[in-house]
C-alpha cells in the first residue's frame, strides 16, 4: 500500500476532485439540449492509466460505478499507446456502455511520452436513432431497434471529428444539430480536463502523480472497508419484482458480508426477457455501488479504491446481465431501480438503522408527441420511510435525479395543460415513520398525440420495512368523454383533443409497525 | 454626517463620514439587534442625513423558523408546488438529507377560500398559476383577503415577483409573506428609536442586489434583503477596486467561520437573479456570493480514511479558537496561524481579548498525534487544506461562470482574509491583491457606498418584437415610478427557443429585435462556448433597475491619514520552507507609499495581513495594501 501523508492526500483529494467538476461544469454550461443543461443528466470523470476511477463529477447516480466500463472497453480494444490528441466514443451497451442514449467519448492524458490518466464524460442524448423518437421503442426486443450502435471507436483527433464516427451517428439521429451541439460540449469537458490533468502531473512530476493517485485509491479503499466491517457478517437475501405484463419477473440478490468485503449474487434472478427491461451487467454494478452507498457511509469520496472490496456475481443472459443482442432501454430507467431496490432489501437485514423502505421504484416516464413536438418527463412519488422519520413526498428516488419543467414553460409550449400536479393523499404506507407520498399529475390534450408510459409499481406495491405497510402501487387513467379507463403501467396509446390522462405516482412504503392508536 | 450600521452575527460595525473624517466602531451583536445598533449609533453620532443599515433579521428569522404562521392560496390542483419543488432530492445518496420543510404546512395550503379562516394567520401568499401575465384573480383576491384579514400581512406573487416558473415565484411570495411581519415590526421599532434619539428621521436598507431602499418598503419586501450584510461587502470591494483602477476583481470575506466570494466585473458585483436561502428557492436579484463554510473557526480533524480535514464544523465565536481561551479545546485554522507566528503570539482582539499562544499549541498537538506528523507539519497542513478549499470557492464564482481569474485581483477582508490572500491569488495565478483600509467594518462602509436601487422584472414570453419595446417601456416607467429621478437600465432575460437557460442581455427600447439577438448570441459565446446565430430566441423576461446616487463617492471614503507610528519589529514566522526573520507592521502607522518587502506581517487592530517571501506591499493613495510578486 502506498502511503503519503494526510495533507498532501487530502489537498490531491481536493485538486482531482476539482478537476472533475471543471469537467462537469464545462460540460453542462456548453452543452445544447435542455436534458443536459437544465436535468443534469450526464457525468464526468477522471481514471488512472489501468482505468480505475480517480474522481467524478457525478449528477445522476445511475453514472456511478457504470462509467469505468467505458474506459475498461477502450483500454482493452486500443491499449495503452494511442495517437496523442485522440478521443473514443463509445455507446454499446454490449461493450462498455449501458442504453444507446448513453454516449461516452473517452481521452487518455500523456505527459511527455507516458500516460498519465483517462479523462472520460457521459451524456444522455435524447435521441440516437431507431424506431421510435426518444430512441426507448417500447415494442423494442432487439437492441439495434433502439438506435445507432457505437462499438468503440476513435471519434476525435486533434480536436476534429472522424468521418467514421460522426457521419453515421449524425444519420440516424432525428436530431443532427442539437446532437453535435452536445457532442462538441462533451469532447470540450474532456480537453478541459485533460489540460488540468497535464498542469497538475507537470508540477507534481510523473513519480509524485503516481504516489497520490494511488494513495487516494487506497483511501477510498480503506474508507470503504471500515464502513462494511462496520456491518454485522453474514449472508442476506432478497427477492424484488418488475413487471412484465402479467409476468412477474424475479430479482434475486444476496448479499455476503465477510469482514470488510462485500460480494453480492444475483443467482435466481429471472433470464432476459424478450423486451426492453434487460439490464446489462454495468448498471447492476452502478446499483450495487449506489446501495453500499446508501446502507454505509454516503460521504465516502467515490473512487476506484471504494469498489475493490465490493464485488459482483451475475449469470450472462439474465435480466441483471443480459446478452446480446437484447434490448435494454429501460433496463438502465426501470431495472435499475427494482436491482438497486433488491439490494436494499437485502442490506436493510444488515443495516436496519439506515435503509429506508422501498421508494417509489419507477421513474413514471411519460412520452408525448406527434408530428409537430415530442415532450418527455419523468415524474417523482413518495420516498420510503427513514429509520428516524417519515420519507419525502413527490420526489425522485434510487438512480435517477433529475428535475421536472416547469408548468407554466411547458404550457407556453406545448399543446396541453396541466389540470392538477399535486401530492396524491394517502398513498405513503402507514407505519411508526410513514412512506412519503406519491403525486398526482392530470394532462389534459389541446390536440391530437400519441402518448407512451413506461412505469413500474403498477401492480406490486413498494415494500415496507420492520412491520411498515407497503406504499399505494402507481395507476394511470384515460379519462376521455366515455368515461375513465385504467391504462397498464407499460403502453403506447392514441389520444384526442380533451383526452385527459391521469398518473398517479406509487408512494413510499412504511418504516416500523404502528404504536398501538398512534401516528407519526 | 452619514452613518452605516451593519450587523452580523458576532459583531455590529458602524461606519461614519461627517464630511471631513471616517469614524468606525464595532459592538457585540444584541439578541434585539436594534439595541446595539441604537447605542453604537449615539456612540458616534448626534445626528445624520442617511441612516444606512445592513441586518440580518430577515435571514435570522428563516433559519430560526420564527417567521409568522402563514396561509398560503394557490390555484386548485396546484397547493403542494411548494412541496414538490423541482423534484429533486438534495442528496443523491444520503437518504437522511432532507428538503427543507414547507414553510406554509399542508393544512395551510388551500385553494378555495371557504375552506380556511384567514382571520386566523398573521400572514397570507397568494401564488396563482400564470400570475406573471394575469395579475386580476390574485388582486381580486387580495381584496377580499383584506376584509376577512384586516391585520394579516398579505403578498400577493405578481407584485413581489412577476415572473414565470410556479415553483420559485410561489416559493418566494411565500418567503416574503412569512418573514414581513416579523422584519415590518423590527424596522419600525427601529426606524422610531432612530426617530426619538433624533438621530434621523427615516432609515435606508441594504437589499441583497447590493443597493438601498426605504425601511417600509424593506418591511413589506422582506424576501429582496435576505443578503443584506454580504451585500455591502462586495460593493465595498467594488469601489476600492474602481478607485485603484481594477475593473476585474473578486471579493474575498473571510471571516470565523465562513467565507464569502463575489466577482466583480467593471466596478459592479456579479449579480444572481436567483438563490437558495437555507434550502428556499428565493427569486430576487442578489449580489452572486458563493459561500463556503470554512474560515479562522474551522476545525482540523483526520477522518476515518486518515485524511486532514478542515471544516466544515468551526468553533464559531463561542467557544472560538483554542487560543482564545475560552474552552475550544480542539486546534482552528487560527491556531495553526498563531502557532506558525502569522498571528502574533500574544496578540489582543479588538482589545477584549488576549491570545494565548500555548492553547494553540496544546490543541495542535493533540491533532498531530492524529495525524503522525510534527505540529508545525500539522499547522502547515491546516492552512494548505483550507486555502485549497477557499481557492475551489473562487473557481465556482470565476472558472465556472466561464471568467477567468487570471487578469483579477483579490480583494481580501474579514479577520482572516489577508492571512491567506497572497497564497490563494498566487495558486490562482492572479494578478494580485489588494488589503483595503477598514477591512473590519468593510461592510458597514459598503452601505454609503451603494446607490438606492429599485428592481422591477416581469416575465413575458415573446417570439418576436411586436410588443416588444411596449413591454420594456413598461417595465422601465414601473421602475422610474417608485425611484423618482433615477437612472433606469433595462434587460431581458433570453434564450434560445426549446431552451430552458437563460443569458441576461441589455436592452434598450428601440434597439429592436435584431440588436437584441445579436447581442445575446455573442453573450451567450462569451459564456458557454458556441451561439446559434440562425435559431429563434425567446424573449423569457424584461428587468428594469433604477438606481440613485450612493452616499458618497468612493474616493471621498478611501483617503488614508497614518496615525501613530509603523512600529517596525521582528518575528519568527514558520512558511513551508522553514523559518524566516518577518518585518512586522503596525498597519495605522503606515504611511503612503510606503513599500514592504516579505516576509512581513502587517497587524491592525482586527485582521493581519501576512506578505510572504518575495512578496511586496505598497500601501496606495486609499490606504489599501497593494500585494504583488
Known amino acids: ?520 | 454626517m452619514i452613518l452605516g450600521v451593519d450587523v452580523g452575527g458576532t459583531f455590529t460595525d458602524l461606519f461614519s463620514w461627517d464630511g471631513r473624517q471616517v469614524r468606525t466602531a464595532k459592538l457585540p451583536t444584541t439578541p434585539d439587534q436594534s439595541e446595539a445598533v441604537l447605542d453604537g449609533a449615539s456612540e458616534i453620532a448626534d445626528r445624520v442625513e442617511s441612516f444606512l443599515h445592513g441586518t440580518t433579521t430577515a435571514t435570522n428569522a428563516l433559519l430560526e423558523r420564527t417567521g409568522a404562521r402563514t396561509l398560503l392560496v394557490t390555484s386548485p390542483g396546484f397547493e403542494d408546488v411548494i412541496e414538490i419543488g423541482r423534484q429533486d432530492r438534495p442528496s443523491l445518496y444520503d437518504p437522511e438529507v432532507d428538503r427543507p420543510e414547507p414553510l406554509v404546512a399542508r393544512a395551510d395550503r388551500v385553494s378555495d377560500l371557504s375552506t380556511a379562516d384567514p382571520g386566523e394567520y398573521e400572514a397570507i401568499a397568494v401564488s396563482l398559476l400564470h400570475s406573471y401575465e394575469d395579475s386580476t384573480g390574485e388582486r381580486i383576491l387580495r381584496t377580499s383577503l383584506e376584509e376577512a384579514a384586516p391585520n394579516a400581512a398579505i403578498s400577493i406573487s405578481s407584485d413581489v415577483v412577476a415572473e414565470f416558473r410556479e415553483f420559485e415565484r410561489t416559493s418566494t411570495t411565500v418567503l416574503n409573506a412569512y418573514l414581513t411581519p416579523v422584519v415590518a415590526d423590527y424596522l419600525g421599532r427601529l426606524e422610531a428609536g432612530v426617530r426619538s434619539a433624533g438621530l434621523a428621521d427615516s432609515i435606508s436598507v441594504m437589499r441583497s442586489s447590493g443597493g438601498l431602499i426605504g425601511g417600509s418598503d424593506a418591511g413589506r419586501l422582506p424576501a429582496s434583503i435576505l443578503l443584506s450584510g454580504p451585500a455591502g461587502g462586495a460593493v465595498a470591494a467594488a469601489s476600492i477596486g474602481t478607485v485603484l483602477g481594477r475593473d476585474r476583481v473578486i471579493a474575498f470575506d473571510m471571516g470565523g467561520t465562513s467565507t464569502d466570494v463575489s466577482r466583480i466585473e467593471d466596478g459592479r458585483p456579479e449579480i444572481a437573479y436567483e438563490r437558495s436561502v437555507d434550502g428556499y428557492a428565493c427569486r430576487m436579484p442578489s449580489v452572486a456570493i458563493h459561500t463556503v463554510g470554512a474560515g479562522g473557526g474551522s476545525i482540523g480533524w483526520v477522518d476515518p480514511g486518515g485524511s486532514l480535514r478542515v471544516g466544515p464544523r468551526s468553533a464559531g465565536a463561542e467557544p472560538g479558537p483554542a487560543c482564545y481561551g475560552r474552552g475550544g479545546m480542539t486546534a482552528t485554522v487560527t491556531d495553526a496561524n498563531v502557532y506558525l507566528g502569522r498571528i502574533a503570539p500574544d496578540a489582543s482582539l479588538g482589545g477584549r481579548l488576549r491570545i494565548d499562544r500555548g492553547l494553540a499549541v496544546a490543541a495542535l498537538s493533540e491533532l498531530a498525534d492524529t495525524t503522525g506528523l510534527t505540529i508545525e507539519e500539522t499547522a502547515l497542513g491546516i492552512l494548505r487544506v483550507v486555502e485549497e478549499v477557499m481557492a475551489g470557492a473562487i473557481r465556482t464564482v470565476s472558472i465556472e461562470q466561464g471568467a477567468d481569474p487570471r487578469d483579477a485581483w483579490l480583494v481580501a477582508f474579514g479577520g482572516a482574509g489577508g492571512l491567506h490572500a497572497t497564497a490563494l491569488a498566487r495558486s490562482l495565478g492572479m494578478a494580485g491583491v489588494i488589503v483595503p483600509p477598514h477591512g473590519g467594518v468593510f461592510s458597514a462602509a459598503g452601505l454609503l457606498l451603494s446607490p438606492p436601487r429599485v428592481d422591477v422584472a416581469r416575465s413575458v414570453l415573446l417570439n418576436d418584437d411586436a410588443t416588444l419595446d411596449e413591454a420594456v417601456g413598461g417595465v422601465a416607467s414601473d421602475a422610474g415610478r417608485r425611484l423618482p429621478g433615477g437612472a433606469v437600465e433595462t434587460l431581458a432575460d433570453v434564450r434560445y427557443f426549446g431552451q430552458s437557460h437563460e443569458v441576461t442581455v441589455p436592452y434598450l427600447t428601440g434597439e429592436g429585435w435584431e440588436a437584441l439577438a445579436n447581442r445575446f448570441h455573442d453573450l451567450h459565446r462569451e459564456r458557454n462556448g458556441f451561439a446559434r446565430p440562425d435559431d429563434p430566441i425567446e424573449v423569457v423576461t424584461i428587468r428594469a433597475t433604477a438606481t440613485g446616487s450612493p452616499a458618497i463617492e468612493p474616493e471621498t471614503v478611501f483617503t488614508w491619514t497614518p496615525s501613530g507610528d509603523a512600529d517596525p519589529g521582528h518575528r519568527r514566522v514558520v512558511t513551508s520552507d522553514g523559518p524566516v526573520e518577518a518585518r512586522v507592521w503596525f498597519r495605522d502607522g503606515l504611511g503612503i507609499g510606503e513599500d514592504i518587502n516579505g516576509p512581513a506581517v502587517v497587524e491592525e487592530r482586527e485582521a493581519t495581513t501576512w506578505i510572504a517571501p518575495g512578496e511586496r506591499a505598497v500601501v496606495s493613495e486609499t490606504g489599501a495594501l497593494e500585494v504583488t510578486w
Open chain 1, 1 to 520: 500500500m502506498v502511503s503519503v501523508d494526510p495533507v498532501t492526500l487530502e489537498v490531491a483529494r481536493n485538486r482531482l476532485e476539482a478537476v472533475a467538476d471543471d469537467m462537469g461544469v464545462v460540460l453542462r454550461r456548453t452543452a445544447y439540449s435542455p436534458n443536459i443543461k437544465e436535468r443534469a443528466d450526464c457525468s464526468a470523470a477522471l481514471f488512472n492509466p489501468e482505468g480505475e476511477m480517480l474522481a467524478q463529477a457525478e449528477h445522476i447516480p445511475v453514472h456511478l460505478g457504470s462509467m469505468p466500463a467505458s474506459v475498461a472497453a477502450v483500454l482493452e480494444l486500443f491499449g495503452t499507446d494511442v495517437e496523442p490528441g485522440t478521443q473514443f466514443a463509445v455507446n454499446d451497451p454490449y461493450e462498455g456502455g449501458t442504453h444507446l442514449n448513453d454516449l461516452t467519448l473517452v481521452r487518455p492524458v500523456y505527459v511527455g511520452s507516458r500516460l498519465a490518466a483517462w479523462v472520460a464524460n457521459r451524456a444522455h442524448h435524447a435521441d440516437v436513432g431507431g424506431e421510435a423518437p426518444g430512441s426507448m421503442p417500447a415494442h423494442a426486443t432487439r437492441v439495434d431497434q433502439e438506435g445507432h450502435i457505437v462499438p468503440p471507436m476513435p471519434a476525435v483527433r486533434e480536436g476534429e471529428w472522424l468521418e467514421g464516427f460522426i457521419e453515421p451517428f449524425l444519420a440516424a439521429t432525428r436530431t443532427p444539430a442539437e446532437r453535435l451541439g452536445d457532442l462538441s460540449a462533451q469532447m470540450g469537458a474532456n480537453e478541459a480536463g485533460a489540460r488540468r490533468i497535464e498542469r497538475l502531473v507537470e508540477s507534481e512530476g510523473v513519480e509524485g502523480w503516481r504516489r497520490v493517485t494511488s494513495a487516494l485509491l487506497s483511501y477510498g479503499e480503506r474508507r470503504t472497508e471500515a464502513a462494511i466491517a462496520d456491518l454485522p457478517d453474514g449472508s442476506y437475501r432478497f427477492t424484488d419484482y418488475l413487471e412484465w405484463g402479467d409476468d412477474d419477473v424475479p430479482i434475486t440478490a444476496t448479499v455476503t458480508i465477510d469482514g470488510a468485503h462485500l460480494h453480492a449474487d444475483f443467482a435466481g434472478s429471472a433470464s432476459q426477457v424478450a423486451g426492453n427491461i434487460n439490464a446489462v451487467e454495468a448498471v447492476t454494478r452502478s446499483c450495487l455501488y449506489y446501495a453500499v452507498r446508501v446502507a454505509t457511509d454516503p460521504t465516502i469520496p467515490a473512487n476506484g479504491g471504494c469498489y475493490r472490496p465490493v464485488t459482483l456475481s451475475t449469470e450472462h443472459g439474465t435480466i441483471v446481465d443480459a446478452a446480446r443482442p437484447a434490448a435494454v432501454a429501460a433496463g438502465n430507467v426501470e431495472t435499475s431501480q427494482r436491482i438497486a431496490d433488491t439490494l436494499l432489501g437485502a442490506l436493510a437485514q444488515a443495516a436496519p438503522d439506515r435503509v429506508p423502505a422501498a421508494g417509489q421504484g419507477t421513474m413514471n416516464n411519460v412520452l408525448i408527441g406527434n408530428d409537430e413536438f415530442a415532450y418527455y418527463e419523468t415524474v417523482g412519488g413518495g420516498q420510503g420511510g427513514r429509520p428516524g422519520r417519515a420519507g419525502m413526498s413527490g420526489i425522485h428516488t434510487g438512480m435517477t435525479n433529475t428535475k421536472n419543467t416547469p408548468i407554466e414553460s411547458l404550457e407556453a409550449h406545448y399543446p396541453f395543460r396541466i389540470v392538477t400536479y399535486r401530492l396524491r393523499s394517502g398513498s405513503g404506507g402507514a407505519g411508526l415513520h410513514l412512506g412519503g407520498e406519491g403525486i398526482e399529475r392530470e394532462i389534459e390534450f389541446l390536440t391530437g398525440a400519441t402518448v407512451s408510459l413506461m412505469g413500474e409499481r403498477r401492480r406490486l406495491q413498494p415494500w415496507g420495512l420492520q412491520g411498515g405497510e407497503p406504499g399505494a402501487s402507481g395507476e394511470d387513467w384515460l379519462i376521455r368523454a366515455g368515461g375513465m379507463e385504467r391504462l397498464p403501467g407499460k403502453c403506447t396509446i392514441d389520444v384526442e383533443a380533451g383526452d385527459r390522462l391521469r398518473v398517479l405516482t406509487p408512494g413510499g412504503g412504511g418504516w416500523g409497525t404502528l404504536a398501538e392508536g398512534a401516528r407519526s
